[in-house]
């Protein structure tokens, strides 16, 4: 097997490997051209990400800087503003539903690297998808790790570690993230 298609499968693979790391170049072509768009050109940025990324919904705006590792497995729906400085490692699929806003400094991670040293060494990786629902608000220096389900109509409070998955209607914080209190859906 390839290690693309162990990346694909969600097994774990060689991040040096040359299919994977020639994703890698591409993203980091695209995220300089976009983070080097005059940030009023507003038709240019949303030209651009809707070319550098997986899919884009209407009223979307990523501010500038912003960096990703391979931008096709980024899917975003409609109504979605980042503040700055927005990282999504998107190794896997990270699909971002309707009405979201995220701030400043997030991390989206899909990937890890194993525990022991000798995996490290051996430049070895795993990727799991992220899913982000609607009416998600992420507070700013947040971070989600690989294989996390946030749910719709939740708060995300600032500085967060996101490890495992968020259930709907509901405010969560801290290191580890855990559920602070319920919240009504008012929709």
Not at 26 to 44: H, R
Not at 79 to 96: E, G
Request: glycine share 10%.
């Amino acid at each position: 097997m390839k290690e693309i298609e162990k990346l694909e499968t969600g097994l774990e693979y060689n991040f040096y490997d040359e299919e994977v790391v020639k994703r890698k170049k591409n993203a980091i072509v695209m995220c300089e051209k976009y983070n080097s768009i005059n940030p009023m050109d507003f038709e240019l940025l949303s030209q651009t990400m809707k070319e550098m990324l997986g899919s884009v919904g209407e009223g979307v705006f990523i501010n500038q800087r912003f960096n990703c590792d391979n931008g096709k497995n980024i899917h975003i729906g409609n109504d979605f503003l980042s503040n700055y400085d927005l990282t999504i490692l998107d190794i896997a699929p990270v699909y971002i539903g309707d009405h979201v806003m995220i701030g400043p400094n997030t991390l989206i991670t899909t990937v890890g690297h194993p525990l022991s040293p000798k995996g490290r060494r051996q430049h070895l990786a795993q990727a799991k998808p992220i899913k982000i629902g609607n009416d998600v608000w992420i507070g700013g220096n947040v971070t989600i790790l690989p294989g996390v389900n946030i749910g719709n109509n939740v708060v995300i409070a600032a500085g967060a570690v996101v490890t495992k998955d968020i259930p709907d209607n509901c405010v969560v914080g801290g290191i580890p993230a855990k559920k602070i209190k319920d919240i009504e859906n008012d929709l």
